[in-house]
């Protein structure tokens, strides 16, 4: 594998120029392009994505939320949240500082907070989310910003754009809101399997959560590449806002099925850690995000992860000897370090692991 050295080209930049073909290094195999389609009245809508209201979470409802909830992560992985207690006004103030450092400021503005190249998941303006390539790796149609906010020992807001003025303190105040509903998440998640709340939360240990604001540009050719390629998040819990373009999509029965863009709801997707945990109880989400002929797209997704040094397993309480464990004993660092350098591939990294 040849390592990337030098600053990647940005999607931005390229799109920009207003081309009217996508450079070849962007184009997908034929199989993995998405299937661009006009929606019309035939189509079977019985599949979507579920949305589930959390009714502010009042105690009323805390028994069908919880049944809602633990059939969505069995069937799909995925699911959005409406009425979960984060303030609307802070969903779009995140949404409007990330577009607007996109949008409103300078390349060079942009480019002074460059990641440092062929290093992963660094703090940062980037564009390629792999280490290393081979002649074959595709480039995804996205840049992105990605910040480290939790825990506070790697928060530095000094890093993350000054443009808009208001930039850092909506991150830090949405970084915080954002830890407080993955908490309830989990809680949640993990009272539907019968578990102490606790339990799934114990298991990922102090969230390491970075935020990263993902903006895809128009793109020529939306049906021969992707905006960001087919994977499963890696950590435990990924929340995901995104604005009204949609282009997100969740793989269920070998289809892919497009979330809907609601405003106000938030995105929740199941990562790989937690497929381990509840030992395959519950299954991460494979997703990609598809372009967008005439519109940029915005999406900010939240990730929670576990320390790199945690080891992380099936919990005991889901592991009898007629649910023998299904997946081996990881060390979270070695899990994220094989992930960047194979790449994603769907969900190769976590269904290399099962038993
Ligand atoms: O932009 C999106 O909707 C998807 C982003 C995503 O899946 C990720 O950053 O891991
Ligand atoms: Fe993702």
């Given at each position: 594998?040849?390592v990337v050295v030098g600053?990647?080209?940005?999607?931005?930049?390229?799109?920009?120029?207003?081309?009217?073909?996508?450079?070849?290094?962007?184009?997908?195999?034929?199989?993995?392009?998405?299937?661009?389609?006009?929606?019309?009245?035939?189509?079977?809508?019985?599949?979507?994505?579920?949305?589930?209201?959390?009714?502010?979470?009042?105690?009323?409802?805390?028994?069908?939320?919880?049944?809602?909830?633990?059939?969505?992560?069995?069937?799909?992985?995925?699911?959005?949240?409406?009425?979960?207690?984060?303030?609307?006004?802070?969903?779009?103030?995140?949404?409007?500082?990330?577009?607007?450092?996109?949008?409103?400021?300078?390349?060079?503005?942009?480019?002074?907070?460059?990641?440092?190249?062929?290093?992963?998941?660094?703090?940062?303006?980037?564009?390629?989310?792999?280490?290393?390539?081979?002649?074959?790796?595709?480039?995804?149609?996205?840049?992105?910003?990605?910040?480290?906010?939790?825990?506070?020992?790697?928060?530095?807001?000094s890093r993350w754009p000054?443009?808009?003025?208001?930039y850092r303190e909506v991150?830090?105040?949405?970084?915080?809101?954002?830890?407080?509903?993955?908490?309830?998440?989990?809680?949640?998640?993990?009272?539907?399997?019968?578990?102490?709340?606790?339990?799934?939360?114990?298991?990922?240990?102090?969230?390491?959560?970075?935020?990263?604001?993902?903006?895809?540009?128009?793109?020529?050719?939306?049906?021969?590449?992707?905006?960001?390629?087919?994977?499963?998040?890696?950590?435990?819990?990924?929340?995901?806002?995104?604005?009204?373009?949609?282009?997100?999509?969740?793989?269920?029965?070998?289809?892919?099925?497009?979330?809907?863009?609601?405003?106000?709801?938030?995105?929740?997707?199941?990562?790989?850690?937690?497929?381990?945990?509840?030992?395959?109880?519950?299954?991460?989400?494979?997703?990609?995000?598809?372009?967008?002929?005439?519109?940029?797209?915005?999406?900010?997704?939240?990730?929670?992860?576990?320390?790199?040094?945690?080891?992380?397993?099936?919990?005991?309480?889901?592991?009898?000897?007629?649910?023998?464990?299904?997946?081996?004993?990881?060390?979270?660092?070695?899990?994220?370090?094989?992930?960047?350098?194979?790449?994603?591939?769907?969900?190769?990294?976590?269904?290399?692991?099962?038993?």
């Amino acid at each position: 594998m040849e390592v990337v050295v030098g600053e990647p080209t940005r999607v931005q930049t390229l799109a920009e120029k207003n081309p009217t073909q996508v450079p070849p290094e962007y184009i997908q195999a034929p199989e993995n392009r998405p299937q661009i389609k006009i929606p019309t009245t035939e189509d079977n809508t019985s599949s979507t994505v579920p949305v589930i209201d959390l009714f502010g979470f009042d105690p009323d409802h805390w028994g069908d939320v919880r049944r809602e909830l633990g059939q969505a992560c069995k069937e799909w992985g995925a699911f959005q949240v409406t009425n979960h207690g984060v303030p609307f006004h802070l969903l779009h103030r995140m949404r409007s500082v990330g577009l607007s450092f996109f949008k409103d400021s300078p390349m060079s503005h942009k480019l002074s907070y460059a990641c440092p190249p062929g290093s992963a998941a660094s703090e940062g303006y980037g564009s390629r989310m792999l280490v290393s390539t081979s002649n074959d790796t595709v480039l995804d149609w996205r840049d992105f910003f990605d910040h480290h906010t939790l825990p506070l020992s790697r928060r530095n807001p000094s890093r993350w754009p000054d443009f808009p003025p208001n930039y850092r303190e909506v991150v830090v105040e949405y970084s915080d809101c954002m830890k407080a509903l993955a908490q309830k998440l989990l809680a949640f998640m993990s009272e539907s399997l019968g578990l102490p709340s606790s339990c799934i939360e114990d298991a990922v240990g102090d969230f390491y959560q970075n935020i990263t604001v993902s903006y895809y540009p128009p793109c020529p050719q939306p049906e021969l590449t992707l905006g960001l390629q087919s994977h499963s998040d890696m950590g435990a819990i990924t929340l995901l806002i995104q604005d009204d373009v949609g282009g997100l999509q969740v793989l269920k029965d070998g289809e892919w099925v497009m979330v809907q863009p609601l405003s106000d709801a938030i995105v929740v997707i199941l990562a790989d850690q937690t497929e381990i945990i509840t030992n395959g109880n519950y299954r991460s989400a494979q997703h990609r995000a598809i372009a967008n002929a005439n519109k940029a797209r915005l999406s900010v997704a939240t990730f929670h992860d576990p320390a790199k040094t945690m080891k992380i397993s099936p919990a005991s309480a889901l592991v009898t000897e007629s649910f023998p464990p299904r997946y081996c004993q990881i060390v979270y660092g070695e899990y994220v370090s094989s992930w960047y350098t194979k790449g994603p591939e769907g969900k190769r990294n976590i269904d290399a692991l099962m038993l």
